[in-house]
């Protein structure tokens, strides 16, 4: 059966049983031949096995695992909620972890072939049970040459009738085999508000953070928030997106802090844009 209520698609990291790995990138070596062989090892860092969908990433914090996606070469897109401390009956706080505490995994597969760090996290005031303001950006601790990127689409709002496609790392617990990426179903928006668009989907948890699509692009419309969810991946339910147009603010900020501005200099965001 159906749940009743939305719920946000995170996966709990005691729920997975398991840490997160650490493992090297596979660098090519042809690509840096003419380089100093410093570069081996320190930033930036070729990834000659990337594929286009290497955009959608993994996001490891320390209480849940979510999805996002790189929109551009240090900065993954998530969700608020991904990203905020857990109370003691597993309920979302509205302070956010340290930059430190959460990480980003490459690759398409449960173990994944690299990591890299958090320095930054930058999101509204707002958004930490799901819904409006669900949205962050994390910027890396290194840029990731040769990895694509999928572009936010902040000019042109979702419009009711569009036909969207999820993708994550949610597992539901049916799924079969283990966590992996995922293209979800979904059909076309069926409304948009202020801040949220919600379409019928099939999400597990997992998917929380996971680029919505417009079919057929590139273009990131908005952030996989809650969902309506059952043991069966296969199952469409009402889920809610999140806006990114709405929180463009957000993209400025993150922008700023990788071209080298100091977070604290910045003023504090508002969710009310």
Known sequence: MIAKTLAVATLSIAALGCGAHRLHPKVDPAAN???DDSELFGPPQRFAVAVPEDAIVRVVGPQMTCSGVLIADDRVLTAHHCIVERGPRGEFLTKVVKPKNVHVELG???LPWAEVGTRAIVTPPCGEAGGRGDLAVLV?????VGLATMTPRLEKPPTRGEVLEPAGFGRCAASP???RRRHREAGPIQSVQSWTFEASAAICPGDSGGPVIARGSNDVVG???LSAMDHDES??????????????SVFVYARAISDGADPGD???L????
């Open 33 to 35: 031949r003419a380089n």
């Open 266 to 268: 910045l003023p504090p």
């Open 177 to 179: 085999g283990g966590i």
């Open 223 to 225: 952030i996989v928030s």
């Open 235 to 248: 199952t469409r339910a009402l889920s809610v997106m999140a806006r990114i147009d709405a929180f463009r």
């Open 270 to 273: 508002s969710c009310e844009q």
């Open 140 to 144: 890396l601790e290194r840029h990731l």
């Open 108 to 110: 398409g597969d449960y």
